[in-house]
C-alpha cells in the first residue's frame, strides 16, 4: 500500500481531511482493526506503542490493512480530529450525542460488550464510550460504515446531520465559508 496515495486520494474525495497536519503510516499487517487515530497526547501502551513516525503533540493515522479506502480514512478524521479542532465539526457532533435516544444508548452498551467479549475490549465502558463508541457512531452512517442496516439505527434528524457531515467533508474550506450554515 502506497500511504501517500491514500492520503492524496482521501483529501482530494474529501477535501475537509486536507490541510489538518495528520501523519499517516501503514502497518500492513496487524491484525488491529482497519486503521487507528492517534490523538497527540496518546502515547500507547507498551503492547502497541505510538508508532515513532508520529510525534506527540500531532495527530496520527495507521492503517492496517491494504482495503481501507479514502471514505473510511475520512470518517476517521471526522469523528476523532475534527470533533476536537474544527468549530462546525464539533457543533454536528454535539448535536448527534444530545439526540440520542434510549435504543441508542443499548446499542453502544451492546457494542462495547461485543468487544469486550470478541475484541479485547478492557476499557471502562465511559471511557470506550467517549473515544470509540460515540465517534463510531456519530461518522458510520456518514461514512457507509455500517452499510444498509445504518438506515434503522438513526433517527431521520440524525441522518440529516450525517448529510450535512459527509457534505461538509466533501467541500473544501473556501466552498463551505461561502455555503450558509457551514462556517468554521
Known sequence: MEISALQADTEREFPGTAG?????KATIGENRGYLETWRPDEPGTAEYPRPQEFPLGQWGIEVYREDVTPEMVAGDVASHVL???????KRMYDD???S??????IALQEQ???AKTHEG???PFESWKTLT??????????FNQWGDDATSMYTDSQR???QQLRQWMQMSSGDRQMKQGFDE
Open 20 to 24: 489538518l497536519g495528520i501523519n499517516y
Open 83 to 89: 470533533t476536537e479542532t474544527n468549530p462546525a465539526v
Open 96 to 98: 448527534f450525542v444530545s
Open 100 to 105: 440520542l435516544t434510549k435504543n441508542q444508548e
Open 112 to 114: 462495547y460488550n461485543h
Open 121 to 123: 475490549e478492557d476499557r
Open 133 to 142: 463508541g460515540l465517534p463510531g457512531y456519530f461518522r458510520a452512517d456518514a
Open 160 to 162: 440529516q446531520g450525517s
